[in-house]
């Protein structure tokens, strides 16, 4: 059983550009949660998606936005690039059931955003 | 809105020796607490979970932690530490599962 895989691993970008990131979930989860996790920080949660809408947002700029498929996946998309975008985003998957102790959520490996 | 306060960001300890990750929390109700393990340049792996039901939560590798609502801690605790326990560990708070708080981290290295 695959568990959340991200991709790209690693990315290197410059200022004012536009970066997607990846995500496929668990099998069998529905719901995807962006997280940004700067150097020496915990994560910070960006949004959630479920049944291909938002559900939940954190204190994150409109540059940052997002997608989900039908096939659960999701995508992180973030405009205007900062330097202090610079980080590893984490995605995490879960089912879309809420407030019940089987909703744990499982992280994927992160990729690494360089904004040079 | 919920947080947590993860004390110390750094915590040493000797092989063998006891480890004691703290971690409290601030929520208007009682939430569901979490502690996540992170190895370098990986993404985050669950340890254990509170979810309103035994107060004393037994995780994977021997961790264990005890939610006490009057002190509104979550400690995350070890018998005996070994090598492979460095690492950083979070703590994260949520209440509804739609949006979890996740602490600063605490690096706890082993010294053999």
């Known amino acids: 059983d695959a568990g959340v895989t991200q991709s790209p691993t690693h990315l290197i970008k410059t200022r004012g550009q536009q970066v997607t990131l990846r995500c496929s979930p668990k099998?069998?989860?529905?719901?995807v949660s962006w997280y940004q996790q700067a150097l020496g920080q915990g994560p910070q949660f960006i949004f959630q998606?479920?049944?291909?809408?938002?559900?939940q947002r954190g204190n994150f700029p409109d540059r940052f936005s997002g997608h989900q498929f039908p096939n659960y996946s999701s995508e992180l998309n973030v405009n205007a690039l900062l330097l202090g975008d610079s980080a590893l985003y984490l995605c995490?998957?879960?089912?879309?059931?809420?407030?019940?102790?089987?909703?744990?959520?499982?992280f994927g490996p992160g990729t690494r955003l360089t904004v040079l | 809105a919920q947080s947590v306060t993860q004390l110390g960001s750094h915590v040493s300890v000797s092989e063998g020796a006891l480890v004691l990750l703290r971690c409290n929390y601030s929520s208007s109700v009682p939430p569901y607490l979490f502690w996540y393990v992170q190895y370098p340049n990986q993404g985050l792996q669950l340890l254990l979970k509170?979810?309103?039901?035994?107060?004393l939560v037994k995780g994977i590798n021997g961790f264990e932690a005890e939610f006490k609502k009057s002190e509104t801690s979550f400690h995350l605790t070890k018998p005996s530490a070994h090598m492979s326990d460095a690492a950083e560990y979070f703590c994260?708070?949520?209440?509804?599962?739609?949006?979890?708080?996740f602490g600063s981290g605490t690096k706890l290295n082993v010294k053999p």
């Open positions: 998606y479920y049944e291909e809408e938002e559900r």
């Open positions: 994260a708070v949520t209440l509804l599962f739609n949006k979890f708080y």
């Open positions: 099998s069998g989860h529905d719901t």
């Open positions: 509170y979810t309103s039901a035994a107060t």
């Open positions: 995490a998957s879960s089912s879309g059931r809420l407030g019940t102790s089987t909703d744990t959520q499982y």
